[in-house]
T-cell receptor
């Protein structure tokens, strides 16, 4: 069951332009959302998060938007830099359907390539 | 900045052998996790550990798996008899209990290859 979905496995963006990574979720019990960045041969690194009571959170070049009614969130990176090239995972924290407990559930990830 | 450390970074083993993956979580964290990522697939939850006991485990975490916190710093994942399908990158993670504790800090992973 894919409770967190990242439908774009890859994205290519020119340096300096905006990168928009999308994530959809199906479980209305999720109440906290996180984006992680992962380089090859490294563990996921926390990037930015948003609580379900907010619709936007900004940290430097990174902004996360949450649309609860659509069960959709997005990560905007502007301007994009070559060092941003990595796999980005959307993750949702909350009571997982069928599990009866709080868990962090990951999407499959989107590989971002920023072209110089 | 404190970090979660994992050893070894790579582990190659024969099918049927036991492996122990080691992790040192961040010192003031109270919740500990193991996740894994099979090549090309998503990061999957295996088990969570709190107050010296398993608090939740996934269907992947069967009787071949066990976790232990043998002392105040280490957190280990043991696979008793490895199978080919256990080949994956295994990530340890930890978090604090207080406000902001939703953020998991991950180690750099152990790449397990079962031959």
């Amino acid at each position: 069951d894919q409770q967190v979905k990242q439908n774009s496995p890859s994205l290519s963006v020119q340096e300096g332009r905006i990168s928009i990574l999308n994530c959809d979720y199906t479980n209305s019990m999720f109440d906290y959302f996180l984006w992680y960045k992962k380089y090859p041969a490294e563990g996921p690194t926390f990037l930015i998060s948003i609580s379900s009571i907010k619709d936007k959170n900004e940290d430097g070049r990174f902004t996360v938007f949450l649309n609860k009614s659509a069960k959709h969130l997005s990560l905007h990176i502007v301007p994009s830099q070559p060092g941003d090239s990595a796999v980005y995972f959307c993750a949702a924290w909350g009571l997982k359907s069928g599990a009866g407990s709080y868990q962090l559930t990951f999407g499959k990830g989107t590989k971002l390539s920023v072209i110089p | 900045e404190p970090e979660v450390t994992q050893t070894p970074s790579h582990q190659v083993t024969q099918m049927g052998q036991e492996v122990i993956l080691r992790c040192v979580p961040i010192s003031n964290h109270l919740y500990f996790y193991w996740y894994r990522q099979i090549l090309g697939q998503k990061v999957e939850f295996l088990v969570s550990f709190y107050n010296n006991e398993i608090s939740e485990k996934s269907e992947i975490f069967d009787d071949q798996f066990s976790v232990e916190r043998p002392d105040g710093s280490n957190f280990t994942l043991k696979i008793r008899s490895t199978k080919l399908e256990d080949s994956a990158m295994y990530f340890c993670a930890s978090r604090i209990e207080t406000v902001g504790g939703e953020k998991l800090f991950f180690g750099s992973g152990t790449q397990l290859s079962v031959l």
